[in-house]
């Protein structure tokens, strides 16, 4: 018994000594590839961005410090929004708030039709986002500095509003970003057709988002596709979770960083290719389910999938179908739009966070 105990405590011990040995192997990767951002690439952005040297770094996963930089750098500012510009709305915002808690009518203001965008939905959704990390919620250093970024934003385009999920995505940004810099960030990246779209609820341009995975995924998983339609599971059950607050929600946050890190680099296709990922990771979990317990798994994710796992699987998603690219399936809709359309129009979908 005593041999058995010794030779236990020496398998631990190697492990231990494996474990750190790849943690500083880690460390020194990050460490390695951070000089070669700092020196290399940022300084020389326009020139450098698209070298393969930059694509195959940035598709290892940006390191933490970078990883801001890099992500305002790519998203950009076509709104041309400064931090002046910010600092007005947030100004407006805090007047609105200040009017409400006076009067208290902000009940009597808010139409049930109105309610996506009234400041209590903020607080709720506020209190809502990762409430496994403690920083976002009331008393917590970020809840603030979230209230802030999503207020001023119901003021700079009241004809979006508030929707619910738009919390995940600043709440990313502010964990990456100064606050002003994830304003910016946040409203240039709303402000993309894909999450316009979403946002905004345009049923028929989601259906054309829809039916373009629904493309890819009959290409790249076939036997899961015919799974899936077996059971009449449309994407836009599972899609509008995912898509609407840009995986952060459905991941490990770790993992849902580095979804973003290509997804600043590759735009909305990227999204959709990230999807394809998941599924391919779960195919053969997935099919060997019925409809209720895939909608369940899809909903709730593993949360110990790790980054290396999805990204290989993402990595084997080829997105081409029939010749065309993710662009013009996605730009001609395809000729299953209207079963597409069948399965959203069963319930009018919106995701429930």
């Not at 409809?291 to 990204?311: C, G, K, V, Y």
Request: glycine fraction near 6%; aromatic fraction near 12%.
């Amino acid at each position: 018994a005593l041999g058995v105990a010794r030779r236990r405590k020496l398998k631990d011990a190697r492990r231990k000594v494996k474990q750190m040995k790849e943690r500083f192997r880690q460390e020194d990767i990050i460490a390695n590839t951070m000089v070669v951002w700092n020196t290399e690439i940022l300084p020389n952005w326009e020139s450098m961005r698209n070298t393969r040297r930059a694509r195959d770094l940035w598709w290892q996963g940006l390191p933490p410090n970078v990883r801001g930089r890099v992500w305002s750098l790519a998203v950009g500012n076509e709104l041309n929004i400064t931090p002046e510009l910010y600092e007005i709305f947030l100004s407006r915002a805090k007047e609105r708030w200040k009017s409400f808690s006076e009067t208290g009518s902000e009940a009597e203001m808010a139409s049930l039709a109105d309610r996506e965008s009234s400041l209590d939905l903020i607080k709720l959704d506020i209190a809502r986002t990762f409430p496994s990390l403690f920083i976002f919620q009331k008393g917590g250093p970020y809840h603030d500095l979230l209230h802030s970024v999503l207020g001023a934003y119901t003021c700079y385009r009241p004809d979006v509003g508030y929707v619910q999920g738009m919390s995940f995505i600043a709440a990313v940004l502010i964990l990456n970003l100064e606050e002003a810099d994830a304003f910016i960030a946040f409203a240039n990246l709303l402000n993309k057709p894909c999450q316009m779209a979403f946002f905004r609820v345009d049923h028929e341009l989601m259906l054309k988002y829809f039916a373009a995975f629904e493309a890819f995924f009959e290409e790249n998983l076939p036997k899961l596709c015919e799974h899936f339609r077996g059971y009449s599971l449309t994407p836009d059950l599972y899609l509008i979770d995912w898509i609407f607050t840009l995986y952060s929600k459905s991941l490990p946050l770790d993992v849902a960083c580095r979804v973003w890190d290509v997804f600043c680099r590759d735009g909305e296709e990227f999204l959709f290719r990230t999807g394809l990922g998941i599924l391919r990771l779960y195919e053969d979990v997935l099919l060997q389910m019925d409809f209720i317990h895939i909608a369940q798994f899809l909903t709730r994710l593993p949360e110990d999938m790790a980054s290396e796992n999805l990204f290989s699987c993402i990595s084997s998603t080829q997105m081409v179908s029939g010749n065309r690219k993710w662009t013009q399936v996605r730009r001609a809709g395809c000729d299953d739009a209207e079963e597409v359309k069948r399965g959203l129009a069963r319930g009018q979908r919106r995701p429930a966070f």
